[in-house]
C-alpha cells in the first residue's frame, strides 16, 4: 500500500462524494461509504487523476468509462488482472461501477471483471510492465 502521509497523493476525505481529483482511495473504504448510504453499487461518479487502491476486484458495469488509465501492475501479462465468472449471471464479492469516469487514474493490486467485451479491450492492451 501506498504511504498515504506522503506526496503526492492526498487521501479523499469525502468518500461520498460526486466527483475527486488528485485523490487516493482504497476501494473497499469507498465501497463500504457507498453501502452505508443505502446504496450497493458505485455510480454517477468522475475520479480524475486519481490512485485506487486493492486488493479488489472492479466490477464494471453500463457506463464506466477509461480514458488515459493505468490498471496497475500485470508483470507484462494483462490476462493477469482480467477475472471471468463461471456463471453467465454475474459476481458475487465485486465491486461494482457503473456510470463512471476514471480519467488520468492508477489502479493498484485490482483485478477486473465485466462484459466479455470489456474484458476483450483490457486483454488487447499492450503492457511494459
Known amino acids: 500500500m501506498s504511504d498515504y502521509n506522503s506526496a ?4 479523499a476525505e469525502d468518500l461520498n462524494a460526486k466527483a475527486f481529483n488528485g485523490e487516493a482511495m482504497r476501494l473497499f473504504d469507498l465501497y ?3 453501502l452505508r448510504t443505502g446504496q450497493a453499487i458505485i455510480e454517477d461518479r468522475t475520479f480524475t487523476n486519481c490512485r485506487l487502491e486493492g486488493p479488489a476486484v472492479v466490477a464494471v458495469l453500463t457506463g464506466v468509462h477509461f ?24 459476481v458475487v464479492g465485486a465491486i461494482p ?19 466479455e467485451a470489456f474484458l476483450q479491450q ?3 492492451l499492450k503492457t511494459t510492465s
Request: hydrophobic share 35%.
Open 8 to 11: 503526492p497523493w492526498k487521501l
Open 97 to 115: 461501477f457503473r456510470n463512471c469516469r476514471f480519467d488520468g487514474c492508477s489502479f493498484f493490486a485490482t483485478g477486473f471483471t465485466g462484459p
Open 67 to 90: 480514458e488515459r488509465t493505468d490498471f496497475g501492475y500485470t508483470g507484462g501479462d494483462i490476462g493477469r488482472i482480467v477475472w471471468r465468472t463461471a456463471s453467465g449471471k454475474g
Open 32 to 34: 463500504q461509504a457507498t
Open 122 to 124: 483490457i486483454l488487447a
